[in-house]
C-alpha cells in the first residue's frame, strides 16, 4: 500500500522529504545558543516609527545569516505571528515579549526583558 506522500510524489514528478531534515532543524538551535555564547539577549518593545503598528524585537544576536533565520522562523511560528530577521535582530510582529522569553529561555539563551 503506498502512502499520500509517495502518490504526491509521483504525481507533482517532485522528491520526497527525507526525516534527517527534521533532525538537522532541531539540531541547529543547538547550533545557535553555541554561536552565541554567553552573551546576553534583548528584547525590546517598539512601535515608534511604525504607524502606530506594536513590535517585539530580539537583539544582540550573534549568529550567522542562516541560523538567524532559522531561529527567526521558529520563533514566529512559536508566537503564531510574522516577522522578519536580518542584522543580527529578529523583528516579531505585535506584543510577545514574554512568549519570545519563555521561547529563547527553553532554547538555551540568556535573553532578558528591557
Given at each position: 500500500m503506498?502512502?499520500?506522500?509517495?502518490?504526491?510524489?509521483?504525481?507533482?514528478?517532485?522528491?520526497?522529504?527525507?526525516?534527517?531534515?527534521?533532525?538537522?532543524?532541531?539540531?541547529?538551535?543547538?547550533?545557535?545558543?553555541?554561536?552565541?555564547?554567553?552573551?546576553?539577549?534583548?528584547?525590546?518593545?517598539?512601535?515608534?516609527?511604525?504607524?502606530?503598528?506594536?513590535?517585539?524585537?530580539?537583539?544582540?544576536?550573534?549568529?550567522?545569516?542562516?541560523?538567524?533565520?532559522?531561529?527567526?522562523?521558529?520563533?514566529?511560528?512559536?508566537?503564531?505571528?510574522?516577522?522578519?530577521?536580518?542584522?543580527?535582530?529578529i523583528?516579531?510582529?505585535?506584543?510577545?515579549?514574554?512568549?519570545?522569553?519563555?521561547?529563547?529561555?527553553?532554547?538555551?539563551?540568556?535573553?532578558?526583558?528591557?
Open positions: 503506498q502512502d499520500w506522500k509517495d502518490l504526491l510524489g509521483a504525481a507533482f514528478n517532485m522528491p520526497l522529504p527525507d526525516d534527517n531534515n527534521n533532525e538537522e532543524a532541531q539540531q541547529a538551535p543547538a547550533d545557535a545558543v553555541a554561536q552565541q555564547g554567553k552573551d546576553m539577549v534583548n528584547i525590546v518593545f517598539e512601535k515608534k516609527g511604525r504607524g502606530g503598528k506594536q513590535a517585539t524585537i530580539v537583539t544582540d544576536l550573534h549568529l550567522d545569516d542562516d541560523t538567524l533565520k532559522q531561529l527567526a522562523s521558529e520563533l514566529k511560528r512559536h508566537c503564531g505571528v510574522g516577522g522578519s530577521a536580518r542584522g543580527g535582530e523583528l516579531i510582529q505585535g506584543d510577545a515579549r514574554n512568549k519570545v522569553l519563555a521561547f529563547l529561555q527553553g532554547k538555551g539563551f540568556k535573553a532578558r526583558i528591557i
